[in-house]
């Protein structure tokens, strides 16, 4: 049973979290290898469904629309556009916190991810198409499979975390008894920012060990680029980071509370506390519920995640492409992920793709509009022309 709120409006946990739906035109024209099938897929698939991007808050980031972008800025020649006021983009954008796929798109290009903020209406238009929506059904059958959704009337921005919170416990309890759980939402303090996710899958091997499978569709019938790859392993990276925080207790009431600006004793919408009680948890407040999560995860048989894993799926055959086993390293991670937040912060400008990787800007919805690449390369050229 997987509760899901009833307004959207409140929901911006975490939209569509599969990184490859945003890029899948950059590898359709790209130059990159690709691995060609044959995999070691064991024939089990998973699921997962989305929760949706809070339409507060693309209204707020639609107001930003305006704002004119400007790429002048390579080597600093002309400072305006993305950075030309005070604030850090954290700021500007609204954001309380970070969704891990958003981080994924922000390592894939940075000045892509800037440009879907600045205009959403693209974002909207692209994740309208045939195969992005394809991959949303596919997620929402496998979660159905083993779980029913129960809709939850939700009045308040304490409602919508309260549902998550709920399905969190519930889940965990599944865990605990050794069934695998799909759509398992994770959040916590990374490099002192608020994170977010929904991880697809988490279920026990016959080893023994603590498996995190995230699903990714595919509208071609092959492996994915190494640059998608490596998203994609930087996206289990960060899940295993939040989902491992949870269970060593390492995320406070406190972090919930402060950084998504929620209030603690606001009292329970009747919806929730009746699906609360539904499935045995006895809570008022949202502080309460706050509480008896943390406590629960915390102290929980649940180990750290042992084994990430990448489960790829041809949409057309509705056949396996293969499974990858993502590597981890943490001190790499944190190493990439600190470099990403230096933009959120404000502490640097934001940067498009390194000139090798300016394939990818072939089949970029933002192509028309981001002189990136071609700054780089007039800079390059003059700095040939200077040194001649
Ligand atoms: S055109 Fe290239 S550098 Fe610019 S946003 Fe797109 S991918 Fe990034």
Redesign the pocket.
């Known amino acids: 049973m997987d509760a899901s709120g009833s307004q959207q409006l409140f929901d911006d946990w975490e939209d569509i979290s599969d990184s490859e739906f945003l890029n899948i035109p950059s590898e359709q024209q790209s130059i990159e290898p690709q691995c060609h099938l044959n995999s070691e897929s064991d024939g089990k698939h998973f699921d997962s469904p989305r929760a949706s991007t809070s339409s507060m808050h693309n209204r707020n980031e639609e107001a930003l629309g305006q704002e004119t972008v400007s790429t002048e800025n390579v080597r600093g020649s002309k400072r305006k556009g993305l950075h030309e006021n005070s604030f850090s983009p954290m700021q500007r954008f609204f954001k309380r916190h970070l969704n891990v796929t958003l981080l994924c798109d922000q390592s894939w290009?940075e000045?892509?991810t800037v440009?879907s903020l600045l205009k959403p209406f693209v974002k909207r238009k692209e994740m309208q198409r045939a195969e992005v929506q394809i991959g949303k059904e596919i997620h929402l059958s496998r979660e159905r499979e083993i779980q029913d959704i129960v809709r939850v009337e939700i009045r308040s921005r304490e409602d919508a975390e309260a549902v998550k919170l709920l399905n969190m416990l519930h889940m965990t309890a599944l865990l605990e008894a050794g069934e695998r759980v799909r759509e398992f939402p994770v959040f916590g303090v990374l490099e002192g920012v608020f994170v977010k996710g929904v991880i697809d899958e988490v279920m026990y091997n016959q080893k023994g060990e603590l498996v995190l499978n995230e699903l990714k569709t595919r509208k071609q019938n092959c492996l994915p680029s190494s640059a998608q790859d490596k998203v994609n392993c930087f996206q289990v990276g960060l899940y295993k980071l939040l989902f491992d925080g949870l269970v060593r207790g390492e995320v406070k009431k406190d972090h919930v509370l402060n950084h998504l600006k929620l209030r603690s004793g606001q009292v329970l919408g009747a919806g929730v506390q009746a699906h609360a009680k539904s499935i045995g948890v006895q809570v008022t407040t949202f502080e309460e519920l706050v509480d008896a999560l943390l406590i629960t995860v915390s102290s929980s048989d649940l180990p750290c995640i042992d084994l990430l894993q990448i489960e790829y799926y041809h949409q057309g055959s509705s056949g396996p492409i293969g499974t990858r086993v993502a590597p981890f390293d943490e001190a790499q991670l944190r190493t990439e992920l600190q470099s990403q937040l230096a933009y959120w912060r404000g502490q640097r400008e934001p940067k498009?793709?390194d000139i090798e990787e300016?394939w990818?800007?072939k089949s970029?919805l933002?192509?028309q509009t981001?002189n990136?690449?071609k700054n780089i390369l007039q800079v390059s050229d003059q700095q040939a022309d200077h040194a001649s």
């Open positions: 290009c000045m892509k440009y498009g793709v300016a990818k800007c970029c933002y192509e981001c990136w690449t």
